[in-house]
């Protein structure tokens, strides 16, 4: 594996708790801001691992696995790129259908991986035939009900055209998964596009279309709701524990 460069966010250590007096310990907004430092630390090591042809080509990994999954155009490579805060991991372009393969991509500390992430090609896109989108749905399906390793799934959709029937049929073939346990969030992506109340009403809306799962405003043009989804996606892959650097690094060792 090429070497990887660790996270500038990660060169300063956290204040250790345990030092602070009682009196100056941090509240909650500061907790938050560490969590969310750390997780984005974490997805800072991103680091290419393998791509497919096709889904059913994706070979099995042992490591849980988080899917960008949404309609073309959505915004799936560049929040990927956000998170990861790296320029050119996933591949993001203004034309639709953009990513024809799925890339996974490696990410942990310490240059041990711990979890997966995977930028699967978009859905929806008008110029594609019936016939392979009606295929792309068949494996998409299946790679979301029987995929052994998928932890989660990260839905991009973008809030000024709100769910399409695809995303629903999706959330419909997920939901069994979700009630078991499979994590579901759903991105409203470049909400730098809205206004405040377009989003504050579009994110009630989808909430209760979603049902299940969070649903977040986030602007990678922005970076509008980017350290939350971090510290979401670092809670999936570490369900033991708070994103702290002093309890996350023995744990991710023991791996
Ligand atoms: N304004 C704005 N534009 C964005 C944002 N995120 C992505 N875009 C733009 O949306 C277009 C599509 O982005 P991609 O990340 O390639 O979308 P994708 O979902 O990976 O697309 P496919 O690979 O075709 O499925 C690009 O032109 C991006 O620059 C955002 O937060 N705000
Ligand atoms: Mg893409």
Not at 45 to 51: E, I, P, R
Not at 61 to 68: H, R, S, T, Y
Not at 91 to 101: D, I
Not at 230 to 253: N, S, V
């Amino acid at each position: 594996m090429a070497p990887r460069s660790e996270s500038p966010l990660m060169t300063t250590p956290p204040p250790k708790p345990a030092s602070s007096p009682a009196h100056v310990r941090p509240g909650p907004d500061a907790a938050t801001a560490e969590r969310e430092r750390v997780a984005l630390g974490w997805l800072h090591t991103a680091h290419f691992l393998t791509s497919a042809p096709q889904l059913e080509h994706l070979p099995p990994v042992d490591l849980p696995e988080i899917a960008f999954v949404g309609r073309s155009n959505a915004g799936k490579s560049t929040a990927i790129n956000t998170l990861t805060q790296q320029t050119r991991l996933a591949f993001a372009s203004k034309t639709p259908g953009r990513t024809q393969h799925i890339n996974l991509f490696g990410v942990g500390k310490q240059k041990v991986d711990d979890g997966v992430l995977a930028d699967l090609p978009g859905y929806g896109y008008a110029a594609v035939p019936k016939e392979a989108k009606l295929r792309w749905q068949r494996v998409m399906g299946n790679y979301l009900m029987t995929r052994e390793s998928l932890r989660g799934v990260v839905l991009m959709v973008d809030p000024r055209q709100g769910l399409t029937e695809l995303d629903e049929i999706l959330l419909d073939v997920i939901r069994p998964r979700v009630a078991e346990g499979l994590k579901l969030l759903v991105l409203l992506t470049k909400s730098d596009k809205l206004t405040r109340s377009e989003g504050a009403k579009v994110l009630s809306i989808v909430r209760l279309q979603a049902g299940g799962g969070e649903v977040k405003l986030f602007s990678a043009l922005k970076k509008q709701g980017v350290g939350e989804a971090a510290e979401t996606l670092w809670r999936w892959i570490h369900p033991e524990g708070p994103a702290t650097e002093q309890t996350a690094e023995p744990r991710i060792q023991e791996e």
